[in-house]
């Protein structure tokens, strides 16, 4: 059951990560969008857990899940900020590079058996999403700001794969996820509104929009996160989820008639492969 969670945790965020494109190829703000979601959230999880009854919350519950929500708020900036300032064919395989210190931190810090099998299966996973991504320019970009560029990266990695790490870390001490996603979507929210106050960028109506329904789906997506991390191997859920992009690739072919390219349907079989290795 923890694999299908995975499966719904991938769709989920690959379906964000096609609105979040959409969204800013059409002019409108990813900070507004983030925090008008993350707002979103904080205020339906908060609910739900003020109506069933909220489970005895404690500070390292609040810390642990405040950071969890700045770092993929954090992330996500970042990320757009690299695209802005280099090559997007480069970008996107990087940054999916961050899957691989919660993988290891899994194993390393956590004691989590991995087989030979599954080690081969999470490889061929982690290379078919870069493959996937990867979108080779035959055109020099002599625009690229290197140090920029690099450092936005870099930062992008940092924070998803710390991300990585204290969502296991969560999970391992049984913390209620419930209460984990209150805090991260209100800390979240908070570093998002004071980005937007730096920001200085003009609110449109889409923003509310998209952002209700990214928030929905996060709700969603992160819940079946947990749920696969608590009861499956996180070692193996990591790299099924690093696969959203695997959706947005699929989406793409779907509604803007693009077509998949030799080296993505690659990507794809492999993809299926690696599942496949890790689940013997």
Known sequence: M??????ITMICFGTNNMIFKWST?????KVHIQFIFYLIAFIITASYAFITGIHQMNIITVVLGVIIGILNANGNIQMSKAFEKGPASLTSPLVSVNTIIPILSAAIIFNEHITILQWVGIIIMLGSAVLIQYSPQSNGNNSIQYMPWLSRILLAIFSFGILGILMRTSSYLHIDSLNTLICMYGGGALYLCI???FAKENWQKAEFKFGTIVGLLSIFGYSCYFFALNT???????????LSCLV?????CWLFKERLRSYQVIGVLSAVLGIILTKI
């Open 25 to 29: 190829t059409n002019g409108l703000s």
């Open 195 to 197: 980005n937007s106050l």
């Open 2 to 7: 923890w694999i299908v969670a995975a499966f």
């Open 232 to 242: 499956g191997t996180a070692s193996i859920v990591f790299p099924i989820v690093s």
């Open 248 to 252: 947005v690739v699929l989406g793409d």
